[in-house]
């Protein structure tokens, strides 16, 4: 008998790897933050002894998720502007307010009430782009949760940087002080190609390639960004950081609403990833991704939710269904997108676009033990023949009952184990009366 210290025994374990598959009463070994064993539920017991044995009969377990574009700190501005156009929304309603009440404060307050959002609905990992990403690093380290922190640039003086020198300066110095953390990882985040400058996005290519880390912007958003970029620069968004040489697999294109055929061709034989935000897309009615596409020519296609001011939520869960749906609304094929690979869309898929694959995003073992418990004995998920089918097109955020990062019992039984969410809820009101008295 070997010795381990969890072992979790559920009804279903859908292991992401292969990508179909779902595995009946079958067990999961834990020691040391990593994946020991997997196997039915027998043969594990007749091989491992655990200080600790979990026991979750009407549950499906998957890889946490992973939610490869947020704006945690905006969680502050759930509901503030609604039913905007984007630029509307950004220039009128949103820039202002950040200019008024970005700190460290803000960003932390922010941030928790995002990570307790995002660890009672299944995600274990998430890319974040914002300012003050130093205190995002450390409420992700002290919750627990892994995040993929934005070392973020923008061609205008913030309350974080006064010019591309303090941007950089500053993101490379958190960089270097979380290299060796088991939560924390970076990658650059240039915002957009509209609000970066050609040396801005050149220096953060040659830097990315020396750090060996991922860049993550927000590229072809809205039709009005392509126009405003012909306009200027006399081509396309892409074509430009194409011509910069930012058009490789280190890149996280996020949205990607208006693609052209020959553009979707250069993506894949560059090995770009594409962040797809299909709930924030629709809200700002900014366009279509064309998933389907990209996937037909083998574009890593992943999944964000984007902010809670643009979403509302951070709801991975949901994020996957809508992904589904609308994929086989755009493309006219029912067959676009099936369940396994919207639920590898917001898992292994992710996990490899930011530099994480070897830890996370499938349940085999060696990788870390970031697992999802999810109930599918309600109402909402009876009767059940396919426990795939019903995570992704019938399940709902409610339904996570636990969660384990790196091992570690982050939600149980859908209480927060790592962070005080009464806390959370005070902060978070205070800092609604403070913005809508303007105090």
Same mark, same amino acid.
């Given at each position: 008998m070997t010795s381990v210290d969890t072992i979790i025994t559920a009804r279903w374990v859908i292991p992401v790897e292969p990508d179909d598959g779902y595995l009946d009463h079958h067990s999961i070994a834990i020691d040391?933050?990593?994946?020991?064993?997997?196997?039915?539920? %027998?043969?594990?017991?007749?091989?491992?002894? +655990?200080? &600790? %044995?979990?026991?979750?009969?009407?549950h499906a377990i $998957?890889?946490? @998720? &992973?939610?490869?574009?947020?704006?945690?700190?905006? /969680? @502050?501005?759930?509901?503030?502007?609604?039913?905007?156009?984007? %630029?509307?929304?950004?220039?009128?309603?949103?820039?202002p307010t950040e200019m008024k009440w970005a700190s460290p404060e803000f960003v932390q307050d922010g941030s928790r009430l995002a990570i307790a959002e995002m660890l009672k609905g299944g995600t274990t990992c998430f890319a974040d782009m914002y300012f003050f990403p130093d205190v995002v690093a450390a409420v992700a380290e002290a919750a627990n949760i892994r995040a993929c922190i934005g070392l973020i640039m923008i061609d205008m003086p913030t309350a974080w940087a006064q010019n591309a020198e303090q941007y950089l300066e500053k993101g490379i110095a958190l960089h270097d002080q979380v290299r060796h953390s088991p939560w924390v990882s970076?990658?650059?985040?240039?915002?957009?190609?509209?609000?970066v400058s050609d040396a801005n996005l #050149? *220096? $953060?290519?040659?830097?990315?390639? #020396?750090?060996? $880390?991922?860049?993550?912007m927000h590229v072809h958003e809205t039709a009005r960004e392509i126009d405003e970029s012909v306009a200027q620069h006399g081509c396309r968004p892409l074509e430009r950081i194409e011509r910069l040489g930012l058009i490789t697999p280190r890149l996280l294109a996020v949205h990607m609403t208006q693609l052209l055929d020959n553009e979707i061709q250069s993506l894949a034989e560059h090995g770009v990833t594409v962040v797809h935000c299909p709930e924030s897309n629709?809200? @700002?009615?900014?366009?279509?991704?064309?998933v389907n596409q990209l996937m037909q020519q083998n574009v890593n296609v992943t999944l964000g939710t984007d902010g809670a001011a643009s979403n509302n939520d951070l709801d991975m @869960?949901?994020?996957?269904?809508?992904?589904?749906?609308?994929?086989?609304? &755009?493309?006219?094929?029912?067959?676009?997108?099936?369940?396994?690979?919207?639920? *590898?869309?917001?898992?292994?898929?992710?996990? =490899?676009?930011?530099?994480?694959? #070897? =830890?996370?995003?499938?349940? &085999?073992?060696?990788?870390? +033990?970031?697992?999802?418990?999810?109930?599918? /004995?309600?109402?909402?998920? =009876?009767?059940l023949y396919d426990p795939v089918s019903q995570l992704v097109y019938s399940a709902s955020r409610d339904q996570v009952s636990d969660v384990f990062v790196g091992g570690v019992h982050v939600i149980k039984n859908h209480q927060?184990?790592?962070?005080?969410?009464? #806390?959370?809820?005070?902060?978070?009101?205070?800092?609604?009366?403070? $913005?809508?008295?303007?105090?």
């Open positions: 040391k933050g990593l994946i020991v064993a997997l196997g039915a539920s %027998n043969d594990i017991a007749g091989h491992y002894r +655990a200080d &600790v %044995n979990i026991d979750l009969a009407d $998957i890889p946490g @998720l &992973v939610n490869t574009h947020t704006h945690c700190a905006m /969680s @502050l501005f759930r509901g503030m502007a609604d039913d905007l156009p984007l %630029n509307t929304w950004l220039t009128e309603h949103i820039w970076t990658l650059f985040a240039p915002h957009a190609p509209y609000t #050149e *220096r $953060i290519r040659t830097l990315a390639d #020396e750090l060996d $880390i991922p860049i993550q629709l809200k @700002l009615a900014s366009g279509f991704c064309p @869960l949901a994020e996957m269904r809508c992904a589904a749906l609308l994929a086989k609304g &755009v493309s006219a094929d029912p067959t676009a997108v099936p369940a396994h690979t919207a639920l *590898r869309m917001a898992t292994l898929n992710g996990a =490899q676009a930011l530099g994480l694959g #070897e =830890q996370i995003g499938s349940l &085999v073992p060696g990788k870390a +033990a970031d697992l999802t418990a999810v109930n599918l /004995s309600g109402l909402a998920t =009876q009767p927060l184990m790592t962070m005080d969410e009464v #806390e959370i809820l005070a902060s978070v009101q205070d800092w609604a009366e403070k $913005i809508k008295s303007g105090f």
